[in-house]
């Protein structure tokens, strides 16, 4: 991914990237795998 992508900063500042830290805590319906988020769902005939 090229770097650099986002807007110019104030006062003739250079363009920036944006870096997030997620922190993914358990969840009783949902589960994540990769990139992926899971739902198990029982169903009934």
Known sequence: MPSRQ?????NGGSA???????RVV???LFDVSGHNVLLTLPLAP
């Open 26 to 28: 358990p969840h009783p």
């Open 6 to 10: 986002g807007q110019p900063g104030y």
């Open 16 to 22: 920036g990237d944006l870096y997030l830290h997620i």
